[in-house]
């Protein structure tokens, strides 16, 4: 019964955190980040500014927070050990693309979490402070797929190995999701990151195993 009450408290926590930063983002996408603050997205999202704090430490976080770093380390933990890093990071950095921007439901949720998370990448973009915070994130995300690898870069060499390979392939990523922005969304996110990685290493580096091209 503690588990399940504890369960309970983390969906609700994350419903929460949802809620909050959707309004953030409409807000900031509306009135402007600057002349937004933390007291008009706590009035629209019907809680305190404490509440906002609590889930947001500060304001940057409302539009910086997501789920990448968790999906992308899930993807590369369940890629084969054997492959050539930038295969395993790159096919991770597509399936999590596909999973944030919900590929394949066009109706439902899958075209909302695409028009929130292209508003979200749209502020980064346009934002001076949230520019500069982003590369805080991206260090973040460099980290958590170094560990996601886990003995393979157990050893300071083979650490050094994955640490090159996850910064190049997130600087194609980051390529990918500038134009995604600019483009407004038109061209397929996960297509657009297999572009950039293509381009960068070969096209047979993200060819889906058990493909052709991937053997």
């Known amino acids: 019964m503690p588990e399940q009450h504890s369960t309970l408290r983390e969906q609700r926590r994350a419903e929460t955190q949802r809620m909050i930063q959707r309004h953030a983002v409409r ?8 002349a937004t603050t933390v007291t008009d997205v706590a009035e629209a999202a019907g809680v305190s500014p404490m509440t906002v704090y609590r889930h947001f430490p500060t304001k940057e976080d409302l539009v910086l927070v997501d789920q990448h770093a968790r999906i992308l380390a899930e993807r590369i933990t369940a890629t084969p ?40 990448l749209q502020l980064m973009i346009s934002t001076p402070a949230l520019r ?21 870069a157990g050893d ?32 397929r996110l996960p297509d657009l990151i297999a572009k950039a990685l293509g381009a960068a290493f070969g096209d047979d580096v993200v060819a889906p195993a058990g493909s052709a091209e991937a053997q």
């Open 81 to 120: 050990a054997g492959q050539p890093l930038v295969s395993r990071i790159g096919r991770a950095l597509i399936d999590s693309a596909a999973t944030l921007t919900g590929e394949g439901d066009d109706d439902g949720d899958g075209a909302a979490d695409r028009r929130f998370l292209l508003a979200r």
């Open 156 to 187: 300071p060499d083979s650490a050094f190995q994955a640490q090159a390979a996850a910064g190049a392939s997130l600087a194609a990523l980051h390529t990918a999701l500038v134009r995604w922005a600019e483009d407004d969304g038109r061209t």
């Open 27 to 34: 807000l900031f996408t509306e009135r402007g980040y600057s």
């Open 132 to 152: 500069a915070r982003h590369l805080d994130a991206h260090y973040a995300l460099q980290q958590a797929i170094v560990d996601a690898l886990g003995d393979e």
